[in-house]
């Protein structure tokens, strides 16, 4: 599967961003699928993560509340809502895949979506 994100852009705080991660090559509902962040001189963190028929999600405690997470099997796409956003949500935003339903098992990465949140 290839993953392709978007949205990404600078905003000030309590703004907010949707970004999107458009999936191609294989079949979308048998992966889940999560938002990872890395920001500078940090290790990439968990954001949201969402099961592959979308009925279940979790989030880092970070960002409970102001984040939501998404995804339109039909249109092969994940979302993440992104409210009152903060200058420590400034991140680059990789979109995730992890396949569940035959092999390989194994993760996929988009190339990433800079946020950058002006205090």
């Known amino acids: 599967v290839q993953l392709v994100e978007s949205g990404g852009g600078l905003v000030q705080a309590g703004g907010s961003l949707r970004l999107s991660c458009a999936a191609s090559?294989?079949?979308?509902?048998?992966?889940?699928m999560a938002w990872y962040r890395q920001a500078p001189g940090k290790q990439r963190e968990l954001v949201a993560t969402?099961?592959?028929?979308?009925?279940?999600?979790n989030y880092a405690d970070s960002v409970k509340g102001r984040f939501t997470i998404s995804r339109d099997n039909a249109k092969n796409t994940m979302y993440l809502q992104m409210n009152s956003l903060k200058p420590e949500d400034t991140a680059v935003y990789y979109c995730?895949?992890?396949?569940?339903?035959?092999?390989?098992?194994?993760?996929?990465w988009g190339q990433g979506t800079q946020v950058t949140v002006s205090s």
């Open positions: 995730n895949a992890r396949r569940i339903v035959g092999l390989p098992r194994r993760d996929y």
């Open positions: 090559g294989s079949s979308f509902n048998i992966y889940t």
């Open positions: 969402i099961t592959n028929g979308g009925g279940s999600t």
